[in-house]
């Protein structure tokens, strides 16, 4: 069998490179999250079809090269995994804006350097998640976890107001500078940490029976199958109704980038509050309930996109919007830490990869069948309809949760494999 071995000594250091190359990476995504959209409806003047070819190219690497990534992952070490995905991501952000400098950027060209993005993005992510508990010890794990998922939160409330001030100023092409340095930073960051890495030679395990493995452990655990669902239910749902948010933001309501980018800004600090609170959270309430509230409450929050109108003045929609947005951000938050600390908690490190990539296989490839689905239904009914059928969409998340296990848990930590235990009580 491999097994990822590491040095614990020190982790609290190594943790912070882990950290500040995490953040720099989704700062860098939370600006491309804006710039790249309004690149393409701004420069490209893309319809919402076309808004949804670019969903497709970002997320449908997850669908393609998830499985096979995960078993890489785990036949690795992690960290130059993790390197390789941010030296290259900056390359590519940077051929887009050489691309638009000389005049030759096109949506299909758009199209393919975004999707070529998405696959390093897939390397990242898998590699990155993998790494925090071979880092972090068991006892550490939930709140590790839950400052990943507050610099991520921090980064919305920064980046889309960021990406939003950059296309304003240095139009959108350039705005994706900013984009690439991020991941620059973030591959620097990664270096710094010194624990070293040892990979245990496998012997006798084909590439395929290694994926099929980590599929059959994903799916004998209702814990991680009820994970699964939620996510994969949720994703496409909400990716649905952003792709058309953008298109619907500036051609009906108005917004000007600056102001859309306020809009995320404002909506993330529901996300950082919700991320903050979640330790505090499961120890008074259990993971259980807080996770089926989040899951009707962050359900809910899509419909009330779609309402906002444009008669009521630029300042109440830009407050609406974020209001909105930010209790969405909020919940969505807090059952991210929960189901990641679950997830951990019932992998040993030996399956992290594949387990990691089997699950975004398809919670997040089942994204790029969202933002089609939404390209396609906001150019036969437009954005605001398109938006509300999205929306209808993930209501099918609250019944997965009410019917799984997930409201019934109480201390995650109850749930952690014999492996994990013993590392909690190792000195």
Known sequence: MNEVKHIRPGWKRDFGWLWGSQTASVVGEQVSEIAVPLLAVLVLHASAGELGLLG??????????????????????????????????????????????????????????????????????????????????????????????????????????????LVQVLTAPFAMLAHGAL???????????????????REGT????????????????????????????????EQWVIVLFT????????????????????????????AVLAGVTVRRFGAGGPV??????????????PLVDPSWGRVAVIVSLGSIIAVNGACTALSSVILVTVRQLRTPDRMLGRVNASMRWL??????????????????????????????FGLVTVVWVALSPLPHIGDPAELAIAERREEAIAP
């Open 56 to 165: 497709v190219a970002r997320w449908v690497p997850f669908l393609l090269l998830a499985l096979p990534l995960g078993v890489l992952v785990d036949r690795r070490r992690r960290r130059p995994l993790i390197m390789t995905a941010d030296w290259s991501r900056a390359a590519l952000t940077l051929a887009i804006v050489a691309a638009a400098a000389v005049g030759v950027l096109s949506l299909p060209l758009l199209a393919a350097l975004v999707l070529l993005i998405g696959c390093f993005t897939v390397l990242f992510e898998v590699s990155y998640q993998s790494a925090v508990p071979s880092i972090v010890p068991v006892s550490g794990l939930a709140r590790a976890n839950a400052r990943l998922q507050a610099s991520s939160a921090a980064a919305q409330i920064g980046g889309p107001g960021l990406g939003g001030l």
């Open 183 to 201: 991941y620059i930073v973030s591959a620097l960051a990664i270096g710094r940490i010194r624990s070293p890495e040892v990979i245990t030679p």
């Open 206 to 237: 084909s590439f395929v029976a290694e994926l099929r493995a980590g599929l059959r452990f994903v799916f004998r655990d209702r814990y991680l199958v009820a994970n699964l669902g939620f996510s994969a239910l949720y994703n496409p749902a």
């Open 247 to 274: 298109l619907h933001a500036v051609r009906v309501l108005g917004l000007s980038p600056a102001e859309i980018g306020l809009v995320f800004s404002l909506g993330a600090v529901g996300a950082l509050v919700g």
């Open 292 to 305: 089926m509230w989040c899951a009707a409450i962050e359900c809910a929050a899509l419909f009330g996109i």
């Open 363 to 392: 919670t997040y490839g089942t994204v790029a069948l969202g933002a089609a689905a939404g390209g396609i239904v906001g150019d036969l009914v437009g954005t605001r309809l398109g938006m509300l059928f999205g929306a209808c």
